[in-house]
T-cell receptor, first 114, second 117 residues
């Protein structure tokens, strides 16, 4: 299967700990996106990359959040000093440059902060 | 600014009956509109998209949607529901701000579709 993959699928952590999630996009896609989805809500945009460049960040992305895509392939999303409010599903998506909004989503990483 | 309103948080239909999931949008520009489906423990999947071509858009699995600019609506329909259609559906509005080179993509809150055997 050459779809978008995310790792881990589930993460339980204690408040104050750091966590890192990984996303592997579809190989020929140069755009990669991160979203956060809480219960009963649609996904909310966090940030996106074109190749290795981070082009846009949402106001939701506090300074505890950082994302990288060092070689324009996989991406990581790190949350430092986690808070209970960070508990959510973190979704990654990718798209080819010519179809900007036809995004292909991964299964998500569910984060629970205790 | 743009927004998406999915008018029903939960819709329940019997198998074999029509499906209607309602979506209204607001955008200052000419948006593109999408419907995504999310099955439990699976990623979001694109059902169909409207990008200023034909106003009646056909998607996968027998779904279609009609873009009505005068009503700012993009309702999703299917003539006959199948058990496998039970999932959560998201209406999405997308606007590319070509001058700024940026975009905004906004999801609705979702409509959970239940299909009764």
């Amino acid at each position: 299967d050459t779809g978008v993959s995310q790792d881990p699928r589930h993460k339980i952590t204690k408040r104050g700990q750091n966590v890192t999630f990984r996303c592997d996009p579809i190989s020929e896609h140069n755009r990669l996106y991160w979203y956060r989805q809480t219960l009963g809500q649609g996904p909310e945009f966090l940030t996106y990359f074109q190749n290795e460049a981070q082009l846009e960040k949402s106001r939701l992305l506090s300074d505890r959040f950082s994302a990288e895509r060092p070689k324009g392939s996989f991406s990581t999303l790190e949350i430092q000093r986690t808070e209970q409010g960070d508990s959510a599903m973190y979704l990654c998506a990718s798209s080819p440059g010519t179809h900007e909004a036809e995004q292909y989503f991964g299964p998500g990483t569910r984060l629970t902060v205790t | 600014a743009q927004s998406v309103t999915q008018l029903d948080s939960h819709v329940s239909v019997s198998e074999g009956t029509p499906v209607l999931l309602r979506c209204n949008y607001s955008s200052s520009y000419s948006p593109s509109l999408f419907w995504y489906v999310q099955h439990p423990n699976k990623g979001l999947q694109l059902l169909l998209k409207y990008t200023s071509a034909a106003t009646l858009v056909k998607g996968i699995n027998g779904f279609e949607a009609e873009f009505k600019k005068s009503e700012t609506s993009f309702h999703l329909t299917k003539p006959s529901a199948h058990m496998s259609d039970a999932a959560e559906y998201f209406c999405v509005v997308y606007t590319l701000y070509s001058g700024a080179g940026s975009y905004q993509l906004t999801f609705g809150k979702g409509t959970k579709l239940s299909v009764i055997p």
